[in-house]
């Protein structure tokens, strides 16, 4: 390809008469102009996250940072208030309309947002929707939750002992098992 223009505009000669050698030769060992670098580095540059239909809510988690307590309140009043929030969330809200999400272990409820407690560090506690992002999570720090931890189960092996159980419900930290002897 002697001779060829390299750039943004220009396309490399690939086929036609050439050979082998030399359709491989002008990318191998040289680097390629990059045509995106500019968009990125001046934040020009558009990602799905950025797209946001007219009149599009959003919505912001709440999320624990224990990892075992239960809920002794939540106070959401002041995030209600909050002049671009839309509908705020809490799992009590939900357990009075929906039902709890499919698992596949009898006698077993997980909601979407936790109820009465909450068993992972991380696990969503209340939902805020609101006209824009920003707005969404402020209304986050506004909702105010009173827990009472528990004593947590962080390693895998201590949680088959069940001592500490986190779903009383089912009464075990293995609600199902199966052995195979081969």
Known sequence: MSGAETGP??????????SADERTESFT???LERVEDHRILTGEAEYVHDI??????HMA?????????????????????????????TGADLQEEYYPMPCGLPGFEEWSLAVDRVRFVGEPVAAVVATD?????????????????????????????????LHEDVGTNVPDGEEFVF
């Open 61 to 89: 988690l709440l999320r624990t940072t224990h990892p075992h307590a239960t809920i002794e309140s939540i106070d959401t009043s002041a995030a209600e208030e909050h002049p671009d929030c839309d509908l705020v969330l």
């Open 52 to 57: 946001a239909p007219e009149g599009c809510l």
């Open 133 to 165: 992002r920003y707005a969404a999570e402020d209304a986050i720090d506004e909702i105010d939750i009173d827990y009472k931890t528990l004593e947590p189960v962080v390693d895998p092996n201590d949680a088959f002992d069940d001592d500490v159980v």
């Open 9 to 18: 505009d220009s396309i490399p000669e690939t086929g036609g008469d050439a």
């Open 29 to 31: 060992g040289s680097g």
